[in-house]
Nanobody
Framework: QVQLVESGGGLVQAGGSLRLSCAAS????????VGWFRQDPGKEREFVAA????????NYRDSVKGRFTISRGNAGNTVYLQMDSLKPEDTAAYFC??????????????????WGQGTQVTVSS
């Protein structure tokens, strides 16, 4: 079964931290770019961060730069999103997705082919 599974979400106070994980089964993440997106009910999905196939290049939305860090696990089939200094406006369901290409750090959802079911992050003020 092909799937991406996110974990690590939860409820945290403003200023706190969470580490999200994206694990793949049935497909490879190694060799592909991976992105994180988020969506709050009633709002459009928005790009958060992306990492290329070897972890050497990353891309972040402006509002999370300096607070979030995307990285790849040593085994290659897990990607992480370390979220520090969380703000209430970071509250959303967070989704990971596998890029169609290895080096494309696009913010466009159409450039990703496999998506997880999401993990909820709630930041209280």
């Amino acid at each position: 079964q092909v799937q991406l599974v996110e974990s690590g979400g939860g409820l945290v106070q403003a200023g706190g931290s969470l580490r999200l994980s994206c694990a793949a089964s049935g497909i490879l993440l190694g060799g592909y770019a991976v992105g994180w997106f988020r969506q709050d009910p009633g709002k459009e999905r928005e790009f958060v961060a992306a990492i290329n196939w070897n972890g050497r290049n990353t891309n972040y939305r402006d509002s999370v730069k300096g607070r979030f860090t995307i990285s790849r696990g040593n085994a290659g089939n897990t990607v992480y999103l370390q979220m520090d200094s969380l703000k209430p406006e970071d509250t959303a369901a967070y989704f990971c997705a596998r890029g169609i290409y290895s080096n494309d750090l696009s913010a466009a959802g159409g450039n990703y082919d496999y998506w997880g079911q999401g993990t909820q992050v709630t930041v209280s003020s």
